[in-house]
């Protein structure tokens, strides 16, 4: 007998549902044939049809000088177009062909820095030379209102690419004769046709630089790796520091803007690391124990004046162990004297005070050679602190912070060094030797006393840097025949940006803003870099034209938008480049006030894709045609 039929599980669809079903499908079918028209309007509006006004930031994808990337990677290179995406009117508030563009200052603004202007200064006592320190203006520069760009001098040329401008710079992007004049008879610089040579001779080393890094090498171990990072106290035109590049040394040369004009201005357009700085009142906006040696050759700075502030302040900026060259007067009076016009007594007593007051430091002199006399710090404070209980000795500096020095006094007081146990040990450890200390995790971060920041996060770090240099190395070709040596990280946070440059033939300052929720200034110098202090507020103290590239990485809510992206036209070579990244908000208005500026500009992805909110403004202006004032 057949089996009888199961009732079925489904419930029989009612004629109304089937309606509503029909419906349904007629709507979503309606919706989609609008949306094909929509994508299509859209792609007809924003197509090369579009006015002018909404290209003007494009330019070609760029080459790619890395064979080993992918075509996938092309599409990374293709400039966004975030209008399809976003509220016109949230995202772009105005297009920059309608907003005015900033024009250029006067033609005697060529050489500005707001910070160390020459007309400022007369206004501020020359007792301690406080007239050569910063004297910023109320806003971030005193240009006209409104703003203006500083321009380029007349006849200014491409400056000549790394290592040639080791040896020679053009005249028209300095020209400044009077240290030919002044120093004429001392071979620091001579004019060859249309070029400024630099010989290599100096006050204090009358047979060449070589010679006298010479005599230093002999008593400093300038070879081992030991000594990396090198502070220059009146640098010149910064020989010294060229001749310590054949020991893998990196110099911070630092010079006043005073009578010798344009020492600084020189020393970057050779290409090597240098600011506008002076002994003077505050601190040198540098960490304490960061230096591995510090330099001065007849810098005339009375030592033991002040009670002795300005070598409390060397011995603040000296690592333990560190070392202490000094050479000219006092240093070999008695064979010298004459040719300096000073009477044997004089410098007798001054080198006396010398040598009395680095003892009150416990600096151990190593040495006094020919024209060098050599100190060293002591690796830490434990005989010191017996000692310094006598009557005649310093007291050590209580709850000041020793790596705060932004506009902060010298005192003076001793800067203690961090606690050991035995005398033997060094204060906060043995730095690794040079080049492996660059990515050794570095000593402070293994003594806990940078808050938050672990060896899990440097490590992590560095991996990070290294994905956005090859990122990066889509735009910028960072070895390109040296057409990139002078380099700025705004917002260095651990130096991951300048250690991913380290195979490179370049050098970075990394600059740790005042602002910053972490101080991590002290951590790139363990780690055999270089840097400064800086609030974006005010202007770097520097000469216009003379970094090759800036490096900006969320620094835009430091200060007033336009107010930065002027002060980085400044610092910015006329051929330069920047990478900018942030939020996609601020990019998207750092491409419109950029405009304004006159940049070559693009938005693109970063390493992390389309889909990520951090994106880069890349800035190139190599085939950028810039005005000239007469």
């Known amino acids: 007998m057949p089996r009888p039929s199961l009732p079925s599980m489904l419930p029989s669809p009612s004629g109304k549902t089937l309606a509503f079903a029909f419906l349904a499908s007629i709507l979503f079918f309606l919706s989609y044939l609008i949306g094909i028209h929509h994508l299509s309007f859209s792609f007809l509006l924003f197509s090369s049809s579009s006015p002018p006004s909404l290209r003007q930031c494009s330019i070609p994808p760029p080459t790619f000088p890395f064979p080993y990337l992918s075509s996938s990677s092309s599409s990374l290179a293709a400039e966004l177009d975030f209008l399809p995406r976003h509220d016109a009117n949230s995202l772009i508030p105005l297009p920059a062909s309608y907003l005015p563009s900033i024009p250029f200052c006067s033609a005697n603004f060529t050489h500005y820095c707001p910070c160390q202007d020459p007309n400022r200064e007369r206004l501020y006592p020359t007792r301690h030379f406080s007239h050569h320190g910063r004297h910023c203006p109320p806003f971030l520069t005193d240009r006209p209102s409104p703003p203006c760009r500083v321009p380029r001098p007349r006849g200014y040329r491409a400056p000549i690419p790394w290592p040639e401008s080791r040896h020679s710079v053009w005249f028209t992007n300095v020209p400044f004769k009077k240290l030919t004049e002044h120093k004429a008879d001392q071979n620091w610089i001579r004019i060859e046709g249309d070029k400024f040579v630099f010989p290599g001779?100096?006050?204090?080393?009358?047979?060449?630089?070589?010679?006298?890094?010479?005599?230093?090498?002999?008593?400093?171990?300038?070879?081992?790796?030991?000594?990396?990072?090198?502070?220059?106290?009146?640098?010149?035109?910064?020989?010294?520091?060229?001749?310590?590049?054949?020991?893998?040394?990196?110099?911070?040369?630092?010079a006043p803007r005073d009578q010798h004009e344009a020492q600084v201005q020189f020393a970057l357009e050779r290409g090597f690391p240098a600011m506008l700085g002076v002994l003077s009142i505050f601190r040198l906006p540098y960490p304490s124990r960061s230096f591995d040696m510090a330099h001065c050759s007849r810098c005339l700075i009375k030592w033991v004046s002040r009670e002795g502030l300005y070598l409390l302040e060397i011995d603040r900026i000296l690592r333990p162990g560190g070392y202490w060259v000094l050479s000219g007067p006092p240093i070999n009076w008695k064979k010298m004297y004459k040719g300096w016009e000073r009477t044997p007594e004089d410098l007798e007593a001054e080198q006396n005070g010398i040598e009395d007051f680095t003892k009150r430091l416990c600096?151990?002199?190593?040495?006094?050679?020919?024209?060098?006399?050599?100190?060293?710090?002591?690796?830490?404070?434990?005989?010191?602190?017996?000692?310094?209980?006598?009557?005649?000795?310093?007291?050590?500096?209580?709850?000041?912070?020793?790596?705060?020095?932004?506009?902060?006094?010298?005192?003076?007081?001793?800067?203690?060094?961090?606690?050991?146990?035995?005398i033997r040990d060094t204060a906060g450890g043995i730095l690794t030797k040079w080049p492996k200390r660059l990515n050794v995790v570095p000593l402070r971060i293994k003594s806990w006393s940078i808050k938050g920041v672990t060896a899990e996060n440097f490590n992590h770090d560095n991996r990070i840097w290294n994905q956005r240099l090859s990122h990066y190395g889509i735009y910028i070709n960072f070895g390109l025949a040296g057409k990139y040596r002078n380099i700025m990280d705004m917002n260095a946070g651990l130096g991951g940006f300048a250690a991913a440059l380290a195979k490179y033939p370049v050098w970075v300052m990394n600059v740790v803003p005042v602002n910053a929720s972490i101080n991590t200034l002290g951590l790139i110098y363990e780690r055999g870099l270089i840097g400064t202090y800086m609030n974006w507020c005010e202007a770097f103290s520097t000469y216009p034209r003379t970094y090759d590239l800036i490096h900006a990485d969320g620094i835009f809510s430091m200060c007033e938008f336009i107010d930065i992206l002027l002060e980085m036209d400044r610092i910015l070579r006329p051929e330069g480049a920047v990478i900018i990244r942030d939020n996609v908000d601020i990019i998207v208005k750092a491409k419109n006030e950029a405009e304004r500026v006159g940049w070559q500009c693009r938005m693109v992805h970063s390493e992390k894709g389309p889909f990520h909110q951090e994106k880069l403004l890349i800035v190139d202006n190599s085939m950028k045609s810039h005005i000239t004032l007469n």
């Open 363 to 422: 600096w151990k002199k190593v040495a006094e050679k020919g024209p060098i006399a050599v100190w060293r710090k002591p690796t830490n404070h434990l005989h010191c602190a017996t000692k310094l209980k006598t009557s005649r000795s310093l007291r050590f500096c209580e709850g000041r912070d020793p790596d705060n020095s932004w506009y902060d006094e010298m005192q003076a007081c001793l800067t203690p060094l961090p606690k050991v146990e035995q």
């Open 201 to 254: 001779g100096g006050t204090s080393f009358p047979h060449g630089v070589e010679s006298y890094v010479g005599h230093i090498s002999k008593v400093v171990p300038l070879k081992t790796g030991e000594i990396r990072t090198v502070l220059d106290i009146g640098c010149g035109v910064a020989s010294f520091g060229n001749q310590l590049l054949g020991y893998n040394v990196l110099t911070m040369s630092v």
